[in-house]
C-alpha cells in the first residue's frame, strides 16, 4: 500500500483567507489528482497532473506535483464558503492501483 | 438520469442478512469501481472493472462479492458482514483507465448491526 499523507487534517479559516493543503508520500506516482468531496456525495475530479514540478491553476485553486512526483499541493486564495468540503488526493502507481490521501475537511466560515 | 446513480442510499443490515449495492452509469464508460470510505481511513479500492471483467481485486474478504453484467451496472453482493464493514460504499465509472477522469455515486451508507 503506497500511503498519501495529507495535512492539516482539519481546517478551519475565515471567508478571505488563503490556505495551502499537503499530500505527501514516500512512494513515487505517475500521476496524482485532488478531489473535493460535499457532504452526502461522492468526490468530484479538480484537477490532475502528470509531470514534476506541473502547477495547475484552476480560479482560486492552484495545484502543484512535486518534483520528484512523490507529494503535492493545492493553495485557495481568498477563500469562500462555498470552498468548504473534504480535499482528497489520490495518486496513480502507474499500473492499476489508485490510493486516497487522508482527507482534509476544510470549513469556510462567512 | 445522468451520472452515476447508486442503490439504496442507506442500508441497514444484520450480521446474517444478506443484501445487494446497485451502481449504474450513465455516461457510456468501459470501466466501473467500488471504493470503501470508512471513518478515519483513506478511501479504499476494492474492485476494478474493464469491459465488464474484474481486473483487480484487493485482498477483499469474500463476504463482499462483486457482479458486473454489462458495462453500465455494478452490483455488490453482502453475506454475512461485519459491524466493522459499516461504512460509505462509493461506485465510480472512467472511460478505460483508473487514471481517466473517475465520477463517483453519491454512495450508499451501510450500517451493519
Known amino acids: 500500500t503506497q500511503l498519501l499523507e495529507q495535512s492539516p487534517q482539519f481546517l478551519s479559516i475565515q471567508e478571505g483567507e488563503n490556505l495551502t493543503v499537503y499530500c505527501n508520500s514516500s512512494?513515487?506516482?505517475?500521476?496524482l489528482q485532488w478531489y473535493r468531496q460535499e457532504p452526502g456525495e461522492g468526490p468530484v475530479l479538480l484537477v490532475t497532473v502528470v509531470t514534476g514540478g506541473e502547477v495547475k491553476k484552476l480560479k482560486r485553486l492552484t495545484f502543484q506535483f512535486g518534483d520528484a512526483r512523490k507529494d503535492s499541493s493545492l493553495h485557495i486564495t481568498a477563500a469562500q464558503p462555498g470552498d468548504t468540503g473534504l480535499y482528497l488526493c489520490a495518486g496513480a502507481d502507474g499500473g492499476n492501483q489508485f490510493y486516497f490521501g487522508t482527507g482534509t475537511s476544510l470549513t469556510v466560515i462567512p | 438520469e445522468t451520472g452515476v446513480t447508486q442503490t439504496p442510499r442507506h442500508l441497514v443490515m444484520g450480521m446474517t442478512n444478506k443484501k445487494s449495492l446497485k451502481c449504474e452509469q450513465h455516461l457510456g464508460h468501459n470501466a466501473m469501481y467500488w471504493y470503501k470510505q470508512s471513518a478515519k481511513k483513506p478511501l479504499e479500492l476494492m474492485f476494478v472493472y474493464n469491459f465488464k471483467e474484474q481486473t483487480e481485486n484487493n485482498s477483499v474478504p469474500s463476504r463482499f462479492s462483486p457482479e458486473c453484467p454489462n458495462s453500465s451496472h455494478l452490483f455488490l453482493h453482502l453475506h454475512t458482514l461485519q459491524p466493522e464493514d459499516s461504512a460509505l460504499y462509493l461506485c465510480?465509472?472512467?472511460?478505460?483507465?483508473?487514471?481517466?477522469?473517475?465520477?463517483f455515486g453519491p454512495g450508499t451508507r451501510l450500517t451493519v448491526l
Open positions: 512512494s513515487v506516482f505517475s500521476s
Open positions: 465510480a465509472s472512467s472511460q478505460g483507465t483508473i487514471t481517466d477522469t473517475q465520477y
